[in-house]
């Protein structure tokens, strides 16, 4: 069993202040930082680049969990390892070879994650569990911060959960959408370890006790 990890998302931080949402995601005690990079293709929603990352590397030792909601996250594998992320995660549904891609991050000395769509069938993950650090369910479809968790995905979750049971595997399974106390609980119980909150973080009125929640 994986310990419980809360990722803050970027996403929901001030965007003219990124440096104090980093900040205020060590403040509350957290090792994790997600962040999520939208090109308006793949998703109807643009985020941040590169150089984004790059400048808050040197402001924090925080591990870099970057979620690239790209449709060609093959081309930008190189340019997030220079910027300082350790974990990349590309999308099953995106256009590219998922299995040179996630060679790829791997060949960057980076941790690798496989995401789905929220209505993507967890089945189409199965060539690829042998390959990754982590995969992500979305719990809503990509794009923006602040949507309603899918309790639909709770079924594609216990999937997954007992695909890496049966193999003996220890990626991490990670949540990303919608996630606060009770829907984080849900989660947890289907057997996610690794919890994206971005709204109910930031809007948290004691960020620490919210993680701790979270992770209880
Ligand atoms: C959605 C992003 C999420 C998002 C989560 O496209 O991948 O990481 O920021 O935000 P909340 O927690 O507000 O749903
Ligand atoms: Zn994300």
């Known amino acids: 069993m994986n310990p419980a990890v809360v990722a803050p998302s970027l996403l929901a931080a001030d965007h003219g202040a990124f440096a104090q949402g980093v900040l205020a995601v060590e403040a509350a005690g957290l090792g994790w ?6 090109d308006g293709h793949f998703v109807p929603n643009i985020s941040f680049g590169p150089q984004v990352v790059a400048d808050l590397r040197p402001l924090t030792k925080l591990h870099f969990d970057v ?12 340019a997030f390892a220079k ?3 350790e974990r990349l995660t590309v999308h099953v549904e995106a256009d590219h070879d998922v299995a040179k891609t996630l060679a790829a991050i791997k060949a960057a000395g980076l941790s690798a994650g496989i995401a789905m769509n929220p209505d993507a069938d967890p089945r189409r993950l199965l060539p690829f569990l042998g390959d990754v650090d982590l995969v992500l369910c979305m719990t809503v479809f990509p794009g923006f911060g602040g949507q309603a968790f899918m309790p ?11 695909e890496r049971a049966r193999r003996g595997a220890n990626f991490r399974l990670e949540v990303d959408g919608g996630i606060n106390v009770e829907t984080g609980r849900l989660c947890r119980e289907a057997g996610a370890d690794t919890l994206v909150a971005g709204t109910a973080f930031f809007k948290a009125a004691d960020r620490k006790a919210f993680a701790a929640a979270l992770t209880a």
Do not use: T, W
Request: charged fraction near 15%.
């Open 152 to 162: 639909s995905v709770l079924e594609s979750i216990r999937f997954v959960a007992a």
């Open 83 to 85: 910027a300082g992320a």
């Open 33 to 38: 930082l997600h962040i999520d990079i939208m």
């Open 67 to 78: 979620h690239l909601m790209l449709s060609h996250p093959d081309r930008y594998v190189a």
